[in-house]
């Protein structure tokens, strides 16, 4: 009989060795973890703290390095491309763990996945029940908070469709990818706060959130970690010296100040009603029909919003010029 039960909790390696299952109550619990207090003489970039310290919020957070298909949790996130093709290391480990089945579910039912948006399949031979497929953004200087804010939503997205699954814990991977250029540590800012945010809202709703990380990212998340998830209220106060001073919106989306532009007194600009422009930002990510907001809204898209960060994307001032021509059209 106890072998019978130790076979149970073992699945087999696509080398065909038996790999044993990692039960997440055998994970260290952040809460578990010794504070670290580093103070500087810089000043504070936040006056109060916007992640206070609260144990049961660290109680169930989980730092590890290993393999996302071994974790006996509710739900992993596999981050993948839009035909759910990409060959990264996250996603190789699930889909050949999870054996043929999985890439059948995949292709007949799923096929595609819009970048920002989710994808659920069952996890097949996985250890988890469901696994989260989410399609992270490429990263273009150019159109930085654009990607920004769609790493945001995947990672909203994902904590969303978990609540929705009415499961009660989760194994995030890192859903940026330096495939995409994206830089390493913002992206762990990004996950970080978006994760502390939901959980404020939410909390009730997941028993556990393991951050799954490798050896390039377990350094940057060790350092990261402390800042939105204090350990005590001196780590806390730490905080207000180490936190940037732009730490997002309520739901940990990132917020840029509002872009105007004012028409001065120019014969080129002397149009009748028109003092000021409100610009939006496009984002390039929100493209082909519709986008899934974090609340599982959907939002139709126009020809002149649907765009991808490899095209060419309509800019704040290509706008701008746009209807000053359309409305000088008019006037004339």
Known sequence: MIEQLRWMRLVMDPLGKAAEIVEVDSLKRWSHSPAVHHLTGEEKNQSDSPFPYNPQINDKIVLWIGDISLLNVDAVVNTTNESLTEWNPTSERIFQRAGPTLRIEVEEEVQDCRTGEVRVTQGHNLPARFIIHTVGPKYNIKYQSAAENTLHFCYRNVLQKARELEISSIALCVINSVRRNFPPDEGAHIALRTVRRFLDQFGSSLDTVVFVVDNTDIGIYEVLLPLYFPR???????????????????NGEPVQPDRQIRIIDNPQHSLDGIGKVELEEVNPHLCRGRVEN???????????????????????????????????????
């Open 294 to 332: 974090h609340l599982g809204k959907t939002t139709p898209s126009s020809p002149d919003r649907d765009s991808n960060l490899d095209l060419p994307v309509l800019s704040s001032r290509a706008q701008h010029d746009t209807r000053v021509s359309q409305l000088r059209h008019r006037g004339g």
């Open 232 to 250: 005590s209220t001196e780590e806390e106060e730490v905080a207000l010296w180490q936190l940037p001073a732009n730490v997002g919106g309520a």
